[in-house]
């Protein structure tokens, strides 16, 4: 396995880098903003699906091969303006097809990125943070510590990234990846501007042109942003539940101690009420050996299940170093799902792949540094606990 690159030591945060050496960078800007940006170059709307059209679909990030558009104006373009897209650091390919990216943000810090392939789908899980400032506690984001909001720009280039590391051709034609989910590193809710803007450039048909029922958000709860976002977008919603009762996922997920399950499923009711159409909320539930697999523990899921329109997804733990967790044996996941579906629910076991990568769900920061040692502070709380 690649041994992923240490992340700098600097801790302080990043402005966004909307601009290198006064030139705009382009990548991550609305269909509005950048008809407004020829406009203010004296040039017609039009110009702003041309550049789209070069840069999102056939993932060209050079003025100078745009042929549509007049050697005049590329020269132009090449003076006010750029595409900056993530540097990969490295770029790992799985046995069982999975690709993961680790990329370099300005600043030094890393992030990954993961693609992973289903038969005739191709998911993209993203990240919209360095780091996370949630801690759940069986998480290895969480381990890392928070460092910045990713801009609109860092995260379509994540996709950017992906789309076009298949070779050269028209994504809006051949589209190798069909579905992105919100659920590498970071909130997203907490970085919801970016986010957002970034979620609509990917289901723009000059983007894109992701479907909403394929754009996936996903929350481990922030309540406020969960009643703005169904204001402004329709996209899917996933929350990452973790635990059927408030004492459990207080401990799970520190976040429940603000916005309980009750408050957070009412939620989730409101935003499918603002729905166009019918749909269901992706539940995650990440199963841990003897802390949330119990028969009882999915019967009580079950229940407080019972009245909102729901999937589950079931994740079997995948085990990082000192998480203080294992991973429940295959009998007890299934043993786990059937009692949800003998409820009514549907309850899927999640595969896990891309694991001899760490593109794993739960591995996604791998081996990137620890910026704020909070990874090292807890361990030893870990160990001390441990009575080691």
């Given amino acids: 396995m690649t041994s992923l690159i240490a992340t700098s030591l600097d801790s302080q945060d990043i402005p966004e880098p909307s601009s290198v050496a006064g030139k705009l960078n382009l990548l991550g800007l609305s269909r509005e903003a950048l008809v407004d940006f020829f406009a203010e170059m004296g040039e017609k709307p ?6 789209m059209k070069w840069l999102y679909h ?13 050697k005049a104006l590329r020269t132009k373009l090449a003076q006010v303006a750029c595409i900056i897209v993530p540097e990969i650091v490295v770029q790992n390919y799985s046995t069982d097809g999975t690709r993961k990216w680790v990329m370099r943000m300005p600043g030094g810090s890393s992030i990954e990125t993961v693609y992973i392939p289903d038969g005739g789908r191709g998911t993209l899980c993203v990240s919209s943070q360095i780091g996370c400032a949630v801690d759940c506690s069986f998480c290895s984001t969480g381990k890392q510590g928070f460092n910045r909001n990713l801009t609109a720009a860092e995260i379509i280039g994540q996709m950017w990234i992906a789309a076009h590391s298949f070779g050269s051709r028209d994504v809006s034609s051949e589209r190798y990846v069909t579905n992105v989910v919100f659920m590498g590193m970071g909130e997203p809710l907490l970085n919801y501007g970016p986010v957002l803007n970034a979620s609509k450039l990917m289901m723009d048909d000059l983007g894109f042109g992701i479907g909403k029922r394929r754009l996936t958000i996903s929350t481990s709860g922030v309540v406020p942003a969960i009643d703005q976002l169904g204001d402004d977008t329709d996209v899917s919603l996933a929350i990452s539940l973790h635990a059927p009762t408030d004492e459990l996922r207080d401990v799970l997920v520190p976040l429940n101690r ?12 409101r935003y499918l009420d603002k729905l166009p159409d019918k749909r269901k909320i992706t539940i995650e539930y990440t199963l841990m050996k003897d802390v949330n697999d119990s028969p009882e523990q999915a019967a009580q899921l079950a229940a407080v299940l019972a ?5 589950i997804n079931l994740i079997p733990f995948n085990p990082f170093p000192n998480s203080g967790y294992e991973r429940p044996s295959r009998n007890a996941a299934m043993r786990f799902s059937k009692i949800l579906q003998e409820a009514g629910h549907i309850a899927t076991i999640r595969t896990t792949r891309g694991d001899d ?9 791998g081996q990137v540094a620890d910026r704020t040692r909070r990874q090292e502070r807890w361990k ?3 160990d001390q606990a441990a009575g080691l």
């Fill in 46 to 51: 039009f110009r702003a699906q041309q550049l």
């Fill in 380 to 382: 030893q709380q870990h």
């Fill in 307 to 311: 009245d909102l329109p729901v999937k």
């Fill in 58 to 70: 056939r993932g060209v990030s050079d003025f100078e091969q745009m042929t549509d558009m007049s």
């Fill in 258 to 269: 603000k916005y309980p399950i009750a408050v957070l499923l009412a939620a989730c009711q």
């Fill in 357 to 365: 990568i760490d593109a794993a769900c739960g591995q996604l920061v």
